[in-house]
């Protein structure tokens, strides 16, 4: 706070030296200032140059006036600490470890440094959690698994990694098709954000029942259970903090961890948002469909009153202009899906007749 006082201050005092300078705008003063090689536009140029200056100085002293006002000098992060206890689905890290003390923090103090990215997760969770949390505690699973989807992709609907996972969690090919999401040039299920949900929660579940604790659960669904299986087997241990694993698996359950200690209490970390600045939670409305022909989505858009991109924004894993013959689930927004059907049947009909 102290320092963002003095800054304000700095400032305004350059600030009232640099205005004092410009407002010498008289002919007869530029004439005895000016060095009497300077030509008239040349001291025009100058001129406009302080100008701009001015003007910077005056918004870098209005940004520091309303982050003072408003407290969002952001302090330093050696004043945020971990808490005494962690935990995650039940299972308590063994912070008397030093060793795990530390990873712990490495992730903390990492994320909290990003505050783009953290400020993105606060924002995005209000409009994806409701979804997956209803579905972990319909399935009567630990809440503290949505925090997987955090770590995965950030929320990011159309997170694609270097190794072709993809969607908010972050499926792979073969285990999407495992899992019921269908890939072909058309489609590509694992960017259908509940459809992928319900696969990753069932795959969390099956994980668990085979390792019988969450933290190996997550490792495995990061690095794939037959890698923590042959670990397992080779180094005589279940306990995931002792498990040697691939680097990016060891910090992954870390990582998750911070990133329910952050959005667990946002506001303790510095995020304070206005009810308005959080992102609308989604609210759609899912038919299924059945089709022997394709179904040009710009028709779908015009029978719901949306434009084409809203439609397909909505339907991240259509990749074509058509929706191609099958059964497909279609996402459409809240009272609109009386107004698709009817256009659907007299589409078919339509279809029919030609």
């Keep these: 706070m102290a320092k963002a006082i003095i800054s304000i201050l700095l400032v305004g005092f350059l600030l009232s030296c640099a ?11 530029i004439a005895f200032e000016g060095k009497p090689s300077e030509t008239h536009d040349a001291l025009l140029e100058r001129l406009g140059t302080l100008e701009q200056s001015v003007s910077s100085l005056r918004s870098e002293v209005a940004n520091l006036r309303y982050r003072l006002n408003n407290g969002q000098a952001r302090p330093s992060l050696t004043t945020y600490k971990l808490p005494k206890e962690v935990s995650l689905c039940g299972e308590y890290f063994p912070l008397e470890d030093r060793n795990v003390l530390e990873n712990l923090d490495r992730e903390f103090l990492v994320a909290l440094s990003n505050e783009v990215q953290v400020l993105l997760w606060v924002k995005r969770a209000r409009r994806y959690f409701p979804f997956i949390e209803k579905r972990l ?12 989807a955090i770590t995965e992709s950030g929320l990011r609907p159309e997170a694609v990694s270097s190794s072709g996972a993809a969607g908010i969690w972050q499926f792979i090919p073969s285990t999407g098709e495992k899992y019921g999401m269908r890939k ?37 669904y990061n690095v794939g259970e037959n890698r923590v299986r042959k670990e397992i087997d080779l180094q005589k241990t279940t306990n995931y903090f ?41 609210q759609v409305e899912r038919v299924q469909i059945e089709l022997t022909q ?16 809203e439609v397909k924004e909505m339907n991240p894993h259509l990749f074509e202009e058509n929706i191609p013959p ?6 459409l927004p809240r009272g609109t899906s009386e107004k698709f059907w009817a256009f659907l049947s007299a589409w078919k009909k339509g279809m029919e007749g030609k």
């Design 294 to 309: 394709p179904l040009p989505i710009i028709e779908v858009a015009r029978a719901t009153g949306l434009f084409y991109k």
């Design 184 to 220: 072909n040039r058309s489609i590509d299920e694992r960017f259908d954000f509940f459809k992928a949900t319900e696969g990753a929660l069932s795959y969390l579940g099956s994980l668990y029942e085979e390792f019988k604790s969450w933290t190996l659960s997550m490792a495995a």
């Design 242 to 282: 002792y498990l040697d694993l691939p680097q990016e698996t060891e910090r992954y359950v870390y990582k998750i961890a911070v990133a329910k200690i952050i959005l667990s209490d946002p506001g303790k970390y510095g995020y304070v948002l206005e009810e308005k600045q959080y992102y609308n939670p989604l």
């Design 326 to 331: 099958g059964i497909h689930v279609l996402n």
């Design 19 to 29: 205005a004092g300078q410009s407002v010498r705008t008289e002919p007869e003063k």
């Design 137 to 148: 505690k319909e399935m009567g699973l630990p809440d503290d698994l949505k925090y997987v």
